[in-house]
């Protein structure tokens, strides 16, 4: 049962921050809801690593998938402390960096985000300094609306937030602002010239698919990391990566932030649960899920069945997500990070099983990139990519069973009509956003039909893409067959001439 009453989406000043001495005189009195003893939840996994993780950090990522972390679905890995840029060194660094550029956010009402409302926005914005200065004022006035539980402050902080999510009506309301997602090419990166880990050139690195993507725009706001400047309770809702992608987040500077995970193991679990408890709500609004707007408490997903990992991030602690991991979190004061998505060649099963899951949802949630366009940019560039023997394998075999399933497509398209044409595209290099499906909006890139005379296009698996009686289709192809054979041999021969 959703615990919470509608509030007005109409920004408000706000009232309320965390006083360390004094509670709030309303509450004086009164108990949260929660204690220290909800939240006994699992550890993330915590690895240390040193600087040779930068030289080939996709190796590491092989070995946590062959030690079977990925069942855990989170990781946690501490940098060297020399790493590490001081708070009010990396805040003055960035400040030069963005000269002035205002920073938009998401405008957060905690006592809402259990029942899903979509956040306010600033388009106005901030300047960092003045981003700085809300988030500080904002955590001196707030005073705890409750009896101080713990004096463990980012655990007094959790029984808090949650409190105020799952039980609004007790509480004053809590309004924050958010700066994520901003584009790093467009805004600026946390990291140093020269500093180890920048996640601007980690899909460079050997084993990394994206090794293929040679312009930094080529696929903006997934192999390009985003910036993140949050502020206490500032927080991301639950949520999965584009396709399952892994992610890698790095906390620049400032207060901690909170994780939570659900094991992939449980992604379908989880699934269920959101789409019963907000069964009323997904009538009005089918895509909430993918919104990113809603505030489960890891209380009631525990209670419900639902394991979950906790971890507390520090500066110069990277957190890597594997796979259909469901994750959330929340701020404890101010802090900045910056997260980008990497896909190991471990990720090609998942892409699999995300689009599925995009296909069982009404295609509600669309497929950001065609894994054919990836996959071709690999056997055309095998010789300007570097991937292991194991890793050339693994990518030989989803080729194979990618054209397999195309070149059969394409048969059952010849046979099901009359005096089909074949038509090859004029220009093979054309981007993979050029086509899109006219019944599951997704890209088309190895091909598609065309109907004459409804002006209509689709994807080829679909078989029939309009209601015409007596259509006039025409199949259009990127790549022949001679061509896709050609690939996949190369992919072979790399296999062959690749040192174990």
Known sequence: MIRTRMHSKQTKESKNSDDFTEPHSKLLLERFPYTTKDFQLKDVPVLTIDQSFFADPFKTIDDLYAKGYEKFGIVKLIL???????????????????????????????????????????????????????????????????????????????????????????????????????????????????????????????????????????????????????MKYANFCWHKEDLNLNSMNYMHAGAAKTWYAIPPSYSDKFLQYFNKAYENERKQNPRLLYDITCQISPVELAE???????????????????????????????????????????????????????????????VSFPLEWLLCKVALMVDEIRFTKKSW??????????????????????????????IEFVNKLEKYDRSVCKICSNYMFLSYIFCGKCIKKGCICHQSICACAAPQISLYIRYNFEELQAMLATLESKIKTTGS
């Open 304 to 366: 419900n069945g639902i394991p979950i990992l906790r971890t507390d991030q520090q500066p110069g602690e990277l957190i890597l997500t594997l796979g259909a991991t469901y994750h959330a979190g929340f701020s404890h004061g101010l802090n900045c990070s910056e997260a980008v998505n990497v896909a190991p060649t471990q990720w090609l099963k998942e892409f699999d099983r995300a689009t599925q899951e995009y296909r069982m949802d009404g295609n509600l949630k669309k």
């Open 80 to 230: 060297p402390p020399d790493l590490v840029v001081p708070n009010k060194k990396f805040f003055s660094l960035l400040e030069s960096k963005l000269k002035g550029k205002r920073l938009q956010t998401r405008i957060q009402t905690l006592n809402t985000q259990r029942a899903g409302e979509i956040f306010g926005s600033n388009s106005t914005g901030f300047t960092i300094q003045e981003y700085m200065n809300l988030a500080n004022k904002f955590e001196c006035s707030h005073k705890l609306q409750g009896v101080r539980e713990v004096s463990n402050q980012i655990r007094q902080n959790e029984i808090e937030f949650w409190s105020i999510i799952d039980y609004p009506t007790k509480y004053d309301d809590v309004e924050v602002e958010y700066a994520a997602d901003l584009l790093a090419t467009k805004y600026a990166t946390g990291f140093q010239e020269g500093q180890l880990g920048n996640l601007s050139g980690i899909n460079k690195n050997r084993n990394s698919i994206f090794q293929v993507l040679q312009d930094k725009n080529e696929m903006s706001g997934i192999s390009v990391p985003w910036l993140y400047l949050g």
């Open 393 to 422: 394998q693994k990518l030989f075999e989803k080729f194979k069973q990618m054209i397999d399933q195309e070149i059969n497509n394409r048969k059952c398209i010849l046979s099901l009509y009359d005096n089909v044409k074949t």
